[in-house]
């Protein structure tokens, strides 16, 4: 199989079959074929796409250039998903309450990149162990009914190897490799079902709709395809997600939501994926999962599961938030119309709480505060959100916070959070 | 400047300024961008094309990154460019025909590659010499009118360099690189005119006529925005050009062509390339042009010419013709419907006579001859075309020069020859 005559066919527009995307994966990893044949291959594919059945081929090969995680325990394993956001959470909120109502929940997770940030840095601010071993995840899943851990190197080595070459050649933004990407990872443990979040809005990877579907209907349609059962929720990120964004801020965030003081989006959002779960694993209808999600969190009943758990990775439920804080003020009164999510996720990569690039250590206590959303009514002068920062100039750290708020005389809706269920 | 900023904007559809085209050919050449990165960037540019804007400042930056070719002679200094087939002998043709008409042609030339043969190899086929230094193309174009010689590696090395990638990339087929990449060449010489032939059908690159047609308004615009006058025809190439295919026996057709005994097709192609110089430079019109080359070659005026300038090189027109010959004999009766120009060219590269790779040696005294035309008839068993050849198996040689021959019941039309007139 010559290399070149594959940029040709997928340039041309043909499907590449089961074995040339395995050559492809193979030899692109041993290192067989030049990085300008991959970066041109790979700028085809952005611009020509991959079928399903492509792209169940590429995450196949990228998860068999790797390890598999087997988590040896009984019940019914499942996973959540999201595609990354301001202010999301939700993993925190719905790994226990899912134990709670008898599932068991393997996660692996991310660190953050770019405007969004990751599970396992959250994690990490509390002093808990984020990297475990196979075992462990088993012992620990088994034990708790949940696990929440870093992705481990041995989990599809190609994809980190593709994944570099695409940030270098711009074609991160491929739908059909980010599906490939996610599941190369997602597919590797064996749970037997699959919710993927997939965030839309100005706070998301995917700023419209249509992007945002098309991306779901890919990651739902491989992964079933690839034996899963998998559903997915395209839901609002067009403002930050809860009441805080900041490592340290999210987890106490996560503690008083596990405690029944939940913000209510987040509850929506939460309760709707365990929903979609319940209906997956046919445990009972998306209705029903949603409504018991709902009990249990409002009534506290998971908080003790998820501490006791923190506890025994060595984690600090009393997370250290920086002790510089902003009050920003509503520059004038009315209705907030807009919230620019990416420019405050980038506001907190500039306080130190994310990463520019792989591998830069953060400042897990700072961050951010939401105390209107869109839709709100505010005074002038009354307070809106909060800053909470080490190092900088208050004066422009709040006329940076302010820059991503507009607002209106008129009243504006309040956007719709769960905007679709697909199945 | 951030190459991957460039990389991103050209995948978007926008349009690259002057300044980041020089950065993008400057940092590329001088090796501070990696390949990878490039080889996206000529993916994005197959898919999002470039304006006459851009290929202009990349043809000016690809010219600049070498030397340019100044010739010192008075009179008016014209260049005649072919896109390439198969038994294409027009330079040795219009050259001396051109000279004789009053102009200056100081013609660079390049070497054979894939199914179509090269100018230098034919001259090469002589024993003359074909490379030249600045001077000497200077000394020669004033003492006989023109000069045929081989293109300098001191032109253009940033093509040289990009075309490599290209080729490994699946990128060479690009119409705003080809048009770049040509220019870049052909611009670099201090010419008034330059009518280029682009060349249509299975014989050529281009196999489509509209594919052709943005080849030729490319080219056109481009080299007029540079500053030159410039115009184009598309000929016809769905066969091959005049009577023989091969670099020795192309020379022996062109020198009785010259001597007045010129296939049709061939005079035809030749003279309109006269005629559209003629309007170009206001010299006369194009049909007063084509007039006067037809009555310098078919009076065999311009054969001294050329036989004095090849004689000056160190070459004998006396070429060696390999000596084993097999005549095709027509397996059917009826009218030639169809002629395979690329897999005749392939045949020849096969016997020898071309190159798959650049560098390789070839071997000058073979080729095929062609008997019949499209729309000729043949009867059963009449000689169809010769096959010139060292090695191999004549019965084996003979299907293949065949399978490129389709064959009809019902009359054919002969295709029109010079298709459009583009200034």
């Known amino acids: 199989m010559l290399f070149k005559e594959l940029i040709r066919k997928k340039r041309d527009g043909g499907e590449l079959s089961k074995e040339e995307i395995e050559f492809i994966v193979s030899s692109y990893t041993k290192g067989e074929v030049p990085d300008y044949q991959m970066g041109a291959l790979l700028m085809a594919i952005y611009f020509q796409g991959l079928s399903y059945e492509e792209m169940l081929h590429l995450t196949d090969s990228m998860l068999k250039s790797g390890k598999t995680v087997t988590v040896r325990t009984n019940g019914i394993l499942v996973d959540k998903h999201s595609t990354g956001g301001i202010g999301d959470k939700v993993s925190f909120i719905i790994s226990p309450t899912l134990a709670e109502l008898g599932f068991k929940v393997p996660m692996l997770s991310g660190r953050a990149l770019g405007f969004t940030g990751g599970t396992v840095d959250k994690l990490e601010s509390t002093g808990a162990r984020s990297e475990l071993s196979e075992e462990e995840i088993s012992e620990i899943t088994e034990k708790f009914g949940f696990s929440i851990s870093a992705q481990t190197k041995e989990i599809a080595p190609a994809d980190r190897k593709i994944y570099a070459l695409r940030d270098a050649t711009e074609t991160v933004e491929s739908i059909p490799l980010i599906v490939s990407s996610i599941l190369s990872k997602k597919l590797a443990v064996n749970t037997e079902a699959i919710v993927f979040d997939v965030k839309v809005g100005s706070g998301a990877f995917m700023k419209t709709e249509e992007k945002a579907e098309e991306l779901a209907k890919g990651l739902v349609e491989v992964a079933k395809l690839y034996g899963k059962k998998a559903g997915a929720l395209i839901t609002e990120m067009s403002q930050p997600l809860g009441r805080y964004a900041g490592n340290a801020l999210e987890i106490k965030e996560s503690i008083d939501a596990l405690s029944g003081e939940i913000e209510k989006d987040l509850l929506e959002v939460t309760a709707s994926l365990v929903g979609l779960l319940f209906e997956l694993t046919k445990k009972g209808s998306f209705k029903e999962g949603?409504?018991?999600?709902?009990?249990?969190?409002?009534?506290?009943?998971?908080?003790?599961?998820?501490?006791?758990?923190?506890?025994?990775?060595?984690?600090n439920p009393e997370v250290k938030v920086a002790e510089k804080k902003i009050l920003v003020k509503a520059p004038t009164s009315g209705y907030i119309s807009n919230i620019n999510g990416e420019a405050l996720g980038y506001l907190i990569v500039e306080l130190g709480?994310?990463?520019?690039?792989?591998?830069?250590?953060?400042?897990?206590?700072?961050?951010?505060?939401?105390?209107?959303?869109?839709?709100?009514?505010?005074?002038?002068?009354?307070?809106?959100?909060?800053?909470?920062?080490?190092?900088?100039?208050?004066?422009?750290?709040?006329?940076?916070?302010?820059?991503?708020?507009?607002f209106s005389e008129v009243p504006c809706p309040k956007p719709t959070l769960v905007k679709k269920v697909l199945v």
């Not at 949603?290 to 990775?313: H, M, P, Q």
């Not at 709480?353 to 209107?372: N, P, Q, T, W, Y």
């Open 290 to 315: 949603k409504k018991k999600a709902e009990e249990v969190i409002l009534s506290g009943k998971a908080l003790d599961r998820f501490l006791s758990w923190l506890e025994y990775l060595g984690g």
């Open 353 to 406: 709480g994310g990463r520019k690039r792989a591998g830069e250590r953060i400042d897990h206590s700072v961050g951010l505060g939401f105390l209107k959303k869109i839709g709100d009514y505010v005074e002038r002068g009354e307070p809106l959100g909060e800053i909470y920062y080490t190092f900088g100039d208050p004066e422009e750290l709040t006329g940076k916070f302010l820059s991503a708020y507009s």
